[in-house]
């Protein structure tokens, strides 16, 4: 069982940056593959980013490539979110989950879910 914590959302201008967390309970963080999700008023949950075990490998949605940086540190048990040049668009609910096994998982592939931190990008 891993519990997962985000933290660092909140209200920033277009253009700002932020950096989200997500802290992980457990001894076993390295063996999971950890990805980014967000749900905006009224759509789907949609993928963000995601990394594997080693955060060696790294995946993102189209629509964040190049402004979004996903990483991890193993030793801290977290996994990272850096979102430079923020858009009106990025507003939603990010949420951090895991994935049990070393790979990245498909959209539908993941075991644990945080409860969300909120991001707004105000124009």
């Known amino acids: 069982q891993v519990q997962l914590v985000e933290s660092g959302g909140g209200l920033v201008q277009a253009g700002g940056s932020l950096r989200l967390s997500c802290a992980a309970s457990?001894?076993?963080?390295?063996?999971?593959?950890m990805g980014w999700f967000r749900q905006a008023p009224g759509k789907e949950r949609e993928f963000v980013a995601a990394v594997n075990w080693s955060g060696g490998v790294t995946a993102y949605a189209d629509s964040v490539k190049g402004r979004f940086s996903i990483s991890r540190d193993n030793a801290a048990n977290t996994v990272y979110l850096r979102m430079n040049s923020l858009k009106p668009e990025d507003t939603a609910v990010y949420y951090c989950a895991a994935h049990k096994g070393l790979n990245i998982a498909p959209t539908w592939g993941y075991d644990y879910w945080g409860q969300g931190t909120q991001v707004t990008v105000s124009s």
């Open positions: 457990g001894r076993t963080f390295s063996s999971y593959a």
